[in-house]
């Protein structure tokens, strides 16, 4: 069975940064598109970038473009979140998630992903 596993979060200033990553167990990885979600208290879970199978096309939610970059590295099963001039509104458990298809949807929601890890706190002090 596929497992994700999050880490890298924690408390952060805002206007700092901190980098997510996501470790991935199973065979499937190489040809899975990649997400990452956020949901913070009384809110949905949103997607907030991914990634196709090959790292070659992105998406990112117009909250976080031009500050979250999200990568993958398919020799070592990791997809990082890369999280730069943070604000008190990042604040949420942030979670990755597998397609189980190498494509992305034009705007990724949370029922295009099959997999999910158990998410990372994220807290943007202000």
């Known amino acids: 069975q596929v497992q994700l596993v999050e880490s890298g979060g924690g408390l952060v200033q805002a206007g700092g940064s901190l980098r997510l990553s996501c470790a991935v167990s199973?065979?499937?990885?190489?040809?899975?598109?990649m997400g990452w979600f956020r949901q913070a208290p009384g809110k949905e879970r949103e997607c907030v970038a991914a990634?196709?199978?090959?790292?070659?096309?992105?998406y990112y939610a117009d909250s976080v473009k031009g500050r979250f970059t999200i990568s993958r590295d398919n020799a070592k099963n990791t997809v990082d979140l890369q999280m730069n001039s943070l604000k008190f509104e990042d604040t949420a458990v942030y979670y990755c998630?597998?397609?189980?298809?190498?494509?992305?949807?034009?705007?990724?929601?949370?029922?295009?992903?099959?997999?999910w890890g158990q998410g990372t706190q994220v807290t943007v002090s202000s």
């Open positions: 990634i196709n199978f090959t790292g070659r096309s992105t």
């Open positions: 199973g065979r499937t990885f190489s040809m899975s598109a």
């Open positions: 998630a597998t397609r189980l298809v190498g494509a992305l949807p034009l705007i990724p929601g949370t029922t295009d992903f099959y997999f």
